[in-house]
């Protein structure tokens, strides 16, 4: 090692475990339409329509369908920028 280690901070171990679960997310939210497709033309798309999907993905696709309400965080894949 190049410096001195005397372990990790419990902080440090909190930080890197809230961005791997938000990365983790940021997979999940992407596979979503997956699963929103209307293909029907391979087993792949057939299979992916009938996933079961999250509770906290299901509130997103809800509140879409309500009023095209889009919930972006700073670490959102997609952002919309306005102006």
């Not at 997979?27 to 992916?48: A, C, G, M, N």
Request: proline letters at 4%.
């Amino acid at each position: 090692m190049f410096f001195p280690f005397y372990g990790f901070d419990e902080a440090e171990i909190s930080e890197a475990n809230r961005l791997s679960q938000l990365e983790f997310e940021r997979v999940r939210d992407f596979i979503l339409h997956y699963h929103l497709t209307q293909r029907p033309d391979s087993e792949l798309w057939k299979k992916s329509q009938s996933m079961e999907i999250p509770d906290s993905l299901s509130h997103k696709v809800d509140l879409f369908k309500i009023e095209a309400i889009l919930s972006f965080t700073k670490w959102s894949l997609f952002s919309m920028r306005v102006g």
